[in-house]
């Protein structure tokens, strides 16, 4: 056998957050008001905004992003379920974090937006989502 080396090498990993970076914040709803109005909020409070209407074009917005912090998905869906989604863009940025926009009655939870919200409930969701999750 033939001797051989071994290099080993490190790497120092941030966030976007940390890195000061803007954090990117995909939204994804056929609400044309609620998607504009939603981007123009995250993007006052220094976001960078992705809009979709629907999954595919949250997928090739994933995908041209390279990056993406949090999804911002409508729960329900006429192309599927916001979970489903998420899903599925986790397979290409699989450090990002999931909120669900969700219809009056739905019980309140973490994660969750349920309407009717505002500027400031959707600000703190984003916030709660970008928290690092301790180990």
Do not use: K
């Not at 990117?24 to 905004?49: F, I, K, M, P």
């Not at 019980?107 to 301790?134: N, Q, S």
Request: aromatic share 4%; proline share 6%.
């Amino acid at each position: 056998m033939e001797p051989f080396a071994v290099r080993c090498v490190s790497v120092d990993v941030e966030s976007p957050a940390q890195s000061g970076e803007a954090p990117v914040v995909l939204l994804v709803t056929a609400d044309t008001n609620l998607r504009e109005a939603a981007a123009r909020a995250l993007a006052s409070e220094g976001y960078r905004v992705l809009t979709a209407a629907h999954s595919g074009h949250a997928v090739l917005a994933c995908l041209q992003a390279g990056h993406v912090d949090v999804a911002a998905i409508e729960l329900s869906m006429e192309d599927g379920s916001g979970p489903a989604l998420a899903g599925r863009l986790l397979r290409h940025c699989p450090e990002m974090r999931a909120v669900f926009f969700a219809e009056r009655g739905t019980p309140e939870a973490e994660g969750f937006l349920v309407r009717p919200f505002d500027r400031d409930d959707l600000l703190a969701e984003m916030g709660l989502a970008l928290v690092p999750i301790a180990l």
